[in-house]
């Protein structure tokens, strides 16, 4: 082909940090005119759609936060209101905010193997071709509810930490917290000065490693703005830091153990009871929930008015919950810090490749995808945040890395040289043992034995990266162009294609 005459279309959906990501380095790097969906009302995604109390970041800000953009973070770390203008800013900024559609929810992508584009449709009805999709939708967006027997019939207030009712006075309350996840550790301490009182529900203990969050200085703030390059060294050092912690997901190392100790300790300075404190100490590997990171939680415990159940919510009653022991405790909030459903990716798109297959069957055994990004028989199509990238230092980082991928794709397309990238099903495949043998070693802690988020019906680890960023940095960099297929079709002066999709006149791997 000699060059390309229309202007390339892409279509965005989520303008969580992935979709903001993606559009500021299309913007950079192409010509292509692309839109950004959200189903909200605001950007930020997670951080629009988590507005519980004494919520913020467990990474540092410095890493939490875009390599592309200097930013006067006035914490280690973030809160959620800075997050979330964070984003919105990074959009104003940037220039994306004519881009974004908001209250706009997609349902539906359908390849056309003919035109060789997408088409579109929102929740509204509306329908719109694109020549790329890529969904920017997130991993912990769909809230897990949990199915106890009389949840329907509670007569109190409840809901679940994702869709926090702020218009509810917690003020002298009894409130029932289930769960000691990453949120749970949060609003617990959060809500405790203002309750009557909190009862906390834990089905299995968590490890937590305190956070040591701080306001930055006016000294370190000033030195991070105006010393060029002090920001970015920094965040290279918390990086390192991180690598060097990711050892500790290996089982057998010396770094699992100083984990587990940091962590007992901690425990053992903080709680005062003992039996509490046996209570929170887990008997599995660090590692095989994502370790909590958090300050506030155990002193919270050392007050009056707050309590920890060690033991699961069996039923729930019209005014309150029964646990395994069968005792029945009164409430008149029950908030459900329940977690989401991470293994169900895309869970609210039905994504239709090839010959009108769907995504979901595609992935009915195991969500799988090369790199995390791409799905053979979906062209065109690119996943952020997709199966096996959770972690890695910092998960912007890894967003970065697959944005790089996807533009780097569209931009070859966009100069002509090939009309559709498809993924090599081998590839895939070696792809996957590859992961799941890094599993079994490097992160072996992560599959020793408890409840996790991690894995999928049939067992299979879907949601976690198992090594560090810069092994993810490298395989995104040099790996793409064993796994992409770029394909050049015949096409007529108005864009059709004239040659069949599936028969490519030339194709040849990334180069």
Same mark, same amino acid.
């Given at each position: 082909?000699?060059?390309?005459?229309?202007?390339?279309?892409?279509?965005?959906?989520?303008?969580?940090?992935?979709?903001?990501?993606?559009?500021?380095?299309?913007?950079?790097? !192409?010509?292509?005119?692309?839109v950004i969906?959200?189903?909200?009302?605001? %950007?930020?995604?997670?951080? &629009?759609?988590?507005?519980?109390?004494?919520?913020? %970041?467990?990474?540092?800000? =410095?890493?939490?936060?875009?390599?592309?953009?200097?930013?006067?973070?006035?914490? !280690?770390?973030?809160?959620q209101?800075?997050?979330?203008?964070?984003?919105?800013?990074?959009?104003?900024?940037?220039? @994306?905010?004519?881009?974004?559609?908001?209250?706009?929810?997609?349902?539906?992508?359908?390849?056309?193997?003919?035109?060789?584009?997408?088409?579109?449709?929102t929740?509204?009805?509306?329908?719109?071709?694109?020549?790329?999709?890529?969904?920017?939708?997130?991993?912990?967006?769909?809230?897990?509810?949990?199915? &106890?027997?009389?949840?329907?019939?509670?007569?109190?207030?409840?809901?679940? !930490?994702?869709?926090w009712?702020?218009?509810?006075?917690?003020?002298?309350? +009894?409130?029932?917290?289930?769960?000691?996840?990453?949120?749970?550790?949060? $609003?617990?301490?959060a809500?405790?000065?203002?309750?009557?009182?909190?009862?906390? *529900?834990?089905?299995?203990?968590?490890?937590?490693?305190?956070? =040591?969050?701080?306001?930055?200085?006016?000294?370190?703030?000033?030195?991070?703005?105006?010393?060029?390059?002090?920001?970015?060294?920094?965040?290279?050092?918390?990086?390192?830091?991180?690598?060097?912690?990711?050892?500790? *997901?290996?089982?057998?190392?010396?770094?699992?153990?100083?984990?587990?100790?940091?962590?007992?300790?901690?425990?053992? !300075?903080?709680?005062?009871?003992?039996?509490?404190?046996?209570a929170?100490?887990?008997?599995?590997?660090?590692?095989c929930?994502?370790p909590?990171?958090?300050?506030?939680?155990?002193?919270?415990?050392?007050?009056?008015?707050?309590?920890?159940?060690?033991?699961? $919510?069996?039923?729930?009653?019209?005014?309150?919950?029964?646990?395994?022991?069968?005792?029945?405790?009164?409430?008149?909030?029950?908030?459900?810090?329940?977690?989401?459903?991470?293994?169900?990716?895309?869970?609210?798109?039905? $994504?239709?490749? +090839?010959?009108?297959?769907? @995504?979901?069957?595609?992935?009915?055994? +195991?969500?799988?995808?090369? @790199?995390?990004?791409?799905?053979?028989?979906?062209?065109?199509?690119?996943?952020?945040?997709?199966?096996?990238?959770?972690?890695?230092?910092?998960?912007?980082?890894? @967003?970065?890395?697959?944005?790089?991928?996807?533009?780097?794709?569209?931009?070859?397309?966009?100069?002509?040289?090939?009309?559709?990238?498809?993924?090599?099903?081998?590839?895939?495949?070696?792809w996957?043992?590859?992961?799941?043998?890094?599993?079994?070693? =490097?992160a072996?802690?992560m599959?020793?034995?408890?409840?996790?988020?991690?894995?999928?019906?049939?067992?299979?680890?879907?949601?976690? &990266?198992?090594?560090?960023?810069?092994?993810?940095?490298?395989?995104?960099?040099?790996?793409?162009?064993?796994?992409?297929?770029?394909?050049?079709?015949?096409?007529?002066?108005?864009?059709?294609?004239?040659?069949?999709?599936?028969?490519?006149?030339?194709?040849?791997?990334?180069?």
């Amino acid at each position: 082909m000699t060059g390309r005459t229309e202007r390339l279309r892409v279509g965005i959906i989520g303008s969580g940090f992935g979709g903001i990501a993606l559009a500021v380095k299309l913007k950079a790097r !192409t010509d292509t005119d692309f839109v950004i969906f959200e189903q909200d009302s605001g %950007v930020g995604g997670t951080w &629009w759609q988590n507005r519980y109390p004494g919520c913020e %970041v467990d990474i540092p800000s =410095h890493v939490y936060s875009f390599s592309f953009i200097k930013w006067d973070w006035p914490r !280690t770390h973030a809160t959620q209101p800075e997050l979330q203008n964070y984003a919105e800013r990074v959009v104003d900024v940037f220039g @994306l905010r004519d881009r974004i559609r908001l209250n706009t929810k997609v349902d539906l992508a359908t390849w056309d193997d003919t035109t060789h584009k997408y088409t579109i449709r929102t929740a509204g009805g509306d329908e719109e071709e694109f020549d790329f999709v890529v969904s920017s939708v997130g991993l912990l967006n769909v809230p897990r509810y949990p199915d &106890w027997p009389g949840l329907d019939e509670f007569e109190g207030i409840k809901f679940h !930490t994702s869709r926090w009712e702020h218009d509810q006075d917690l003020s002298g309350k +009894r409130i029932a917290v289930v769960g000691t996840g990453s949120t749970a550790v949060q $609003v617990g301490p959060a809500i405790a000065p203002i309750a009557e009182s909190v009862t906390v *529900y834990q089905r299995e203990p968590g490890w937590i490693e305190p956070k =040591h969050e701080r306001a930055y200085t006016p000294r370190e703030r000033w030195f991070y703005r105006n010393v060029p390059f002090a920001q970015r060294a920094h965040r290279l050092v918390l990086m390192a830091k991180a690598n060097n912690r990711f050892k500790a *997901y290996d089982s057998r190392t010396r770094m699992q153990k100083k984990m587990q100790q940091l962590c007992l300790d901690f425990i053992t !300075t903080t709680i005062d009871d003992p039996q509490v404190r046996a209570a929170v100490t887990p008997d599995y590997a660090w590692g095989c929930k994502r370790p909590i990171v958090a300050s506030t939680f155990y002193p919270s415990l050392n007050r009056s008015n707050v309590s920890l159940v060690p033991h699961a $919510v069996a039923r729930v009653t019209k005014d309150g919950l029964v646990d395994a022991t069968g005792t029945e405790r009164k409430f008149d909030v029950l908030i459900m810090s329940t977690g989401f459903q991470p293994q169900r990716f895309l869970n609210s798109i039905d $994504v239709r490749g +090839r010959g009108g297959r769907s @995504l979901h069957d595609a992935w009915a055994e +195991r969500a799988t995808a090369f @790199l995390g990004v791409t799905v053979p028989g979906f062209p065109n199509f690119f996943v952020l945040y997709g199966p096996n990238t959770n972690g890695g230092t910092s998960i912007i980082a890894q @967003l970065e890395r697959q944005a790089e991928l996807a533009v780097k794709a569209i931009s070859r397309i966009a100069r002509g040289s090939a009309d559709v990238v498809d993924t090599d099903p081998s590839m895939l495949a070696r792809w996957t043992r590859w992961i799941d043998e890094q599993l079994d070693t =490097h992160a072996s802690a992560m599959n020793s034995g408890c409840h996790n988020y991690y894995t999928s019906e049939n067992g299979a680890n879907v949601t976690q &990266w198992p090594r560090t960023h810069w092994i993810y940095y490298l395989a995104t960099r040099f790996l793409a162009r064993r796994g992409l297929v770029f394909a050049e079709t015949e096409r007529s002066s108005v864009g059709r294609t004239t040659a069949d999709a599936s028969m490519p006149e030339r194709s040849e791997k990334i180069g």
